[in-house]
């Protein structure tokens, strides 16, 4: 089993870092390509939070989620507790039954230690799906990511519910692997808190995953920069997202 990637002792701050004004266009997105293909029901791998299957779950959809680590487990059940979640790896996971959809997003599969495990995943993926069943997998374009932030601090301050919150990332490649540090400062009430976090991605290469991607047996519809539909642009964009089909 993977043990690594839980955030255990942040899961309570992860939402500080989302804009919730970007999420929701996100959803959007999400929600009209999977309206086009007619998806009812969906499984989000690596669903952390839940930030995605709520808002899904809303637009009218049969979500559930996914996750190997109970701190972010719990953060998404305070959101919906009706929500269908399963505590499994994605490597390895078996649910008896199969999805319409399954959407694997913010570069969830990159947090496993290596690529064997990446098709294990894939192939997983695939056999949860009905015929024709879409997969939306959103992952960092590495390149472009290491190009503009290695080793290069950024700094995020902001008020939280009843506080405020400094936060630093610091991203660094070393070897095959893409280590994110995420460490921060939570003041409230004159009492400060402090944490650290080390969010580890594999490198891999684009090229070997879209030939797993293939001969597992999915079909590339589109590739997107964005989840808000922004052309990709292997010097442009900081994200890589497939909208692929599960050939019958
Ligand atoms: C970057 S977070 C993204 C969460 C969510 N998809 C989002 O976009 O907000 C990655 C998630 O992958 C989960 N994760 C890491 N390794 C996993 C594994 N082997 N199996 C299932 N989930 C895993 C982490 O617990 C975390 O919730």
Redesign the pocket.
């Given at each position: 089993?993977?043990k690594?990637?839980?955030?255990h002792d942040t899961?309570k701050y992860?939402d500080f870092l989302?804009n919730k004004k970007r999420i929701s266009k996100e959803v959007n997105f999400l929600a009209k390509h999977l309206k086009k293909a007619k998806v009812r029901t969906i499984l989000?791998?690596?669903?952390?939070?839940?930030?995605?299957i709520v808002g899904l779950k809303k637009r009218g959809f049969d979500v559930e989620g996914?996750?190997?680590?109970e701190?972010?487990l719990k953060e998404a059940r305070k959101k919906d507790p009706k929500i269908k979640l399963y505590q499994?790896?994605?490597?390895s996971?078996k649910i008896s039954k199969k999805y319409d959809s399954v959407?694997?997003?913010?570069?969830?599969l990159a947090?496993?230690p290596n690529f064997s495990?990446i098709k294990k995943?894939l192939k997983n993926i695939f056999n949860h799906l009905t015929p024709n069943g879409i997969f939306l997998l959103?992952l960092s374009n590495h390149s472009m990511e290491i190009e503009k932030y290695n080793n290069i601090p950024k700094h995020i301050s902001g008020k939280i519910p009843k506080g405020k919150a400094n936060f630093t990332f610091l991203s660094t490649k070393k070897g095959n692997k893409w280590k994110q540090m995420w460490s921060g400062e939570i003041i409230r009430k004159r009492k400060k808190t402090k944490f650290k976090e080390l969010?580890e991605e594999l490198i891999y290469s684009p090229k070997k995953l879209e030939n797993s991607l293939k001969k597992i047996g999915f079909t590339t519809l589109k590739i997107y920069g964005s989840l808000d539909g922004e052309k990709f642009s292997k010097n442009k964009s900081y994200h890589k997202i497939y909208l692929l089909k599960k050939l019958k």
């Open positions: 089993m993977v690594k990637n839980l955030y899961a992860y989302e989000d791998v690596g669903c952390g939070t839940g930030i995605y996914l996750d190997l680590s701190s972010m499994k790896d994605m490597s996971f959407i694997c997003l913010s570069s969830s947090s496993l495990l995943t959103d969010w």
